[in-house]
């Protein structure tokens, strides 16, 4: 019986997928748990298994084809076996075609199957320079990957036109050689300094210029902007702070929080374990866990008609993706775990989450959330609401600053703490009952341990 391979519904929030890569060609022999397509959905990049034997017989969309969920996408049958009434009853579903970059390779089983075309040759011209390559010190990056695209972020684009800079002779050190922020960064920092033409000395100069502003300026050239199509990420993520901002009546509640003894527990760790690299975010997220489990009225939802209380305690952390975007791994039931279990389930979810290798059940059903900007630099901000969830702490830097301690000006370290709140979930004196416990716990770290 011949198997229908279907787009997959990857996510509660997804209503289409783009295929990024066919795994299988057609009339290649398939086994039930076979890998044959790989999908970008609105979260994670994901390898398809096939639900059934036979052989790739048709496939139905090409490569970097957005479809709707359930739509066809290939037929899996016998060799003799009739697949022409599948095939033609998909003819006329219309579709719209959208290249766009893909992200590094995820794998994770789902309930549909896909087909495998050749990937389609890139049809867009590559805009000649505007300006004469800059001598390099480094080796120049790998070739286009294949179908004439270069592997390159966004991001990373942009600066290197910014700049100045040939994005084609930096060398790419994310994900199968893709160009991220920091190797454009480092491109620039290698630009070398104008040297005089008659002793080939470099000139002197009473403060040196940083590298980036030591480059030619670019030729005012080409057209005035360029539009990218949206992600499946950015879609959802601007349907869904919409349907956060707009409608949920928020509220705000900041704290300062001393980070000493956090910083003493954190050394103390090292101490007695040179391996564990406890960070100022592992004992957010505990203290976080303890906190809502002593103000329970928190890690709640609205439902409408309804408020939701949750009885697990799933912590959502917001990371942002490699290629743009952010994602929220959980960490489920964060309540019953260590300190230093939660170190390495956050660590690992994170790193996998940047390179969009999420499973879905390891990005949803959070129950309370936490977004940290504090290593970029970031003092305090306030954070959008992941709906249907009833807050989110906004957690900022960590850093040194004059306090009065007894009556003396002292050198302490502080970090400021803001919980955004749905009214309609949290009261204001919930939201800072629950701040004056997690404080109380991060400032003494004993808590931390029952």
Known sequence: MAVKVMMPKGSDTMTEGKVLKWLKNEGDAISTGDGV???????????????????????????????????????????????????????????????????????????????????????????????????????????????????????????????????????????NGRIIRQDVERRAATIPVPRSSATGVPMPSRTPAPAVLRRPAPALTGPDYSDEPLSSMRKVIATRLVQSKAPVPHFYLAIEVDMQRARELRESAKLLDPEMKLSYNDVILKACAAALRQNPEVNASFQGESIRYHHRINLGMAVATDGGGLITPVIRNADTKSLAEISI???????????????????????????????????????????????????????????????????????????????????????????????????NPVYLAF
């Open 345 to 443: 389930e956050s660590k690992e979810l994170a790193g996998r989450a940047r390179t969009r290798k999420l499973l879905p059940d390891e990005y949803s059903g959070s129950t309370f959330s936490i977004s940290n900007l504090g290593m970029m630099g970031i003092d305090e901000f306030s954070a959008v609401i992941n709906p249907p969830e009833g807050a989110i702490l906004a957690v900022g830097a960590v850093t040194e600053k004059a306090v009065v301690v007894d009556g003396r000006v002292e050198v302490g370290l502080r970090c400021r703490l803001t919980l955004s709140c749905d009214h309609r979930v949290v009261d204001g004196a919930t939201g800072a009952k629950f701040l004056q416990s997690l404080k109380q716990i991060i400032e």
């Open 37 to 175: 397509v790989e999908i970008e959905t609105d979260k994670v990049n994901m390898e398809v298994e096939a639900m059934g034997s036979g052989i790739l017989r048709k496939v139905l969309v090409a490569v970097d084809k957005v479809v709707p969920v359930g739509e066809l996408l290939a037929v899996i049958a016998k060799a003799d076996e009739d697949i022409s009434a599948l095939v033609s009853s998909n003819g006329t579903a219309k579709t719209e075609v959208r290249s766009q970059e893909s992200g590094a390779s995820t794998h994770a089983p789902a309930g549909a199957v896909g087909g495998t075309p050749p990937p389609a040759p890139s049809t867009q011209p590559s805009a000649p320079s505007a300006q004469p390559p800059v001598p390099s010190t480094q080796p120049l990056a790998p070739g286009p990957a294949a179908g004439g695209r270069l592997l390159a972020s966004p991001l990373a684009k942009r600066m290197a036109k910014d700049m100045g800079l040939e994005i084609a002779q930096i060398t790419g050190t994310g994900p």
